[in-house]
C-alpha cells in the first residue's frame, strides 16, 4: 500500500476552475493504477476519473467527461484531477486512491478495486 495525501480543494463559484492534487508517498508510484472518486452528502462514493499506471488509459464519469482532466507525474510520484467550468452539482468531498497492478493499461471503476486511500478534500462550488 501507498499513503496518500490531497490537496487543492477550497470553495470557489460555478464556472470556476480547481486542481486537485494527490501525492503517494514510496518509490513504486508508477506501479499503480489511480483513481478520483467523490462523495457528496446523502450519497454514494462515485467514481470521477481513473488514469492506468503509464498513464496512457483513462477514464472519465459522464457527468464531467469534457471538464475534468485526470493526470500522473511518476517523478513527482502525484496524480493531478483538473477541474474547469465547475457546477454546483461537483460539490463533495474528494478522494484519491491506489491500486498496484502489473497491468500497464488496467484502472479501476470501483471503490473495491483500490486498495489504498486518501482522507479527501472537500470541493464546495456555490451558484
Known amino acids: 500500500q501507498v499513503q496518500l495525501v490531497e490537496s487543492g480543494g477550497g470553495l470557489v463559484q460555478a464556472g470556476d476552475s480547481l486542481r486537485l492534487s494527490c501525492a503517494a508517498s514510496?518509490?513504486?508510484?508508477?506501479?499503480?493504477?489511480m483513481g478520483w472518486f467523490r462523495q457528496a452528502p446523502g450519497k454514494e462514493r462515485e467514481v470521477v476519473a481513473a488514469?492506468?499506471?503509464?498513464?496512457?488509459?483513462?477514464y472519465y464519469a459522464d457527468s464531467v467527461k469534457g471538464r475534468f482532466t485526470i493526470s500522473r507525474d511518476n517523478a513527482k510520484n502525484t496524480v493531478y484531477l483538473q477541474m474547469n467550468s465547475l457546477k454546483p452539482e461537483d460539490t463533495a468531498v474528494y478522494y484519491c486512491?491506489?491500486?498496484?497492478?502489473?497491468?500497464?493499461?488496467?484502472?479501476?471503476?470501483?471503490?473495491?478495486?483500490?486498495?489504498?486511500w486518501g482522507q479527501g478534500t472537500q470541493v464546495t462550488v456555490s451558484s
Open positions: 486512491a491506489a491500486d498496484f497492478r502489473y497491468s500497464s493499461t488496467w484502472y479501476g471503476l470501483n471503490e473495491g478495486d483500490y486498495d489504498s
Open positions: 514510496g518509490r513504486t508510484f508508477s506501479s499503480y493504477a
Open positions: 488514469i492506468s499506471r503509464s498513464g496512457g488509459r483513462t
